[in-house]
């Protein structure tokens, strides 16, 4: 089993629903987590981050943390053809030094206009 | 702003040369990371360093050694560049607590020939 799962896609949303992705992560111990976005041929670039169970709001974007059921979300309301990107998922555990993360293998979402 | 920087965006090397790869932070972050990334394989730590002078295997070391002389800089070494060892390379740092945001440089993408 991973230790950090991810759809890989392609999720193709139309230009103004609601994407939807999901992460789960095997590590019990695991206290911080990340959504990051990635365009083609470009660095990762962070877009959320939450640590405590329940929902984190940021403009269009929602993330959901459920830590009994080991699972994060992320949600982009009104999607726009410029989140058209690969999104990643990070999880970091308080047993691992130095703040070491891990990556789930990311979703691909397509917004098409 | 966190500003990564990676001393090159596009290196072209030999099999059997040596590779370098430099990294600089203008944070004063105690921790930095490096990740290669391949198409299907995700985003893979490589080592990384939570002060200077030390170092942690991630999880692909093979192939690899790091120096971290200074708080800002974290090299990257091929000892011996292989074919296999084509791929995106990013630099990544963080604060120092596990809650903490890792900031990804621009990458460098190495091929091997």
């Known amino acids: 089993q991973k230790e950090v799962e991810q759809n890989s896609g392609p999720l193709s949303v139309p230009e103004g629903a609601i994407a939807s992705l999901n992460c789960t992560y095997s590590?019990?111990?695991?206290?911080?987590f990340f959504w990051y976005r990635q365009y083609s041929g470009k660095s990762p670039e962070l877009i959320m981050s939450?640590?405590?169970?329940g929902d984190k709001e940021d403009g269009r974007f929602t993330a959901q943390l459920n830590k009994a059921s080991q699972y994060v979300s992320l949600l982009i309301r009104d999607s726009q053809p410029s989140d058209s990107a690969t999104y990643l998922c990070?999880?970091?555990?308080?047993?691992?030094?130095?703040?070491?993360?891990?990556f789930g293998g990311g979703t691909r979402v397509l917004v098409k206009p | 702003d966190v500003k990564v920087t990676q001393s090159s965006r596009y290196l072209v090397k030999r099999t059997g040369e040596k590779v370098f790869l430099e990294c600089v932070q203008d944070?004063?972050?105690?921790?930095m990371f490096w990740y290669r990334q391949d198409p299907g394989l995700g985003l893979r730590l490589i080592y990384f360093?939570?002060?200077?002078?030390?170092?942690e295997k991630g999880d692909i070391p093979e192939g690899y050694s790091v120096s971290r002389e200074k708080k800002e800089r974290f090299s990257l070494i091929l000892e011996s560049a292989s074919t296999n060892q084509t791929s995106m390379y990013l630099c990544?740092?963080?604060?120092?607590?596990?809650?903490?945001?890792?900031?990804f440089g621009p990458g460098t993408r190495l091929t091997v020939l």
């Open positions: 590590d019990r111990g695991s206290q911080s």
């Open positions: 944070m004063d972050h105690e921790n």
């Open positions: 990070a999880v970091n555990s308080i047993k691992a030094a130095g703040n070491k993360l891990t």
């Open positions: 360093s939570y002060d200077v002078k030390m170092k």
């Open positions: 990544a740092s963080s604060l120092g607590q596990f809650t903490d945001t890792q900031y």
């Open positions: 939450i640590y405590s169970n």
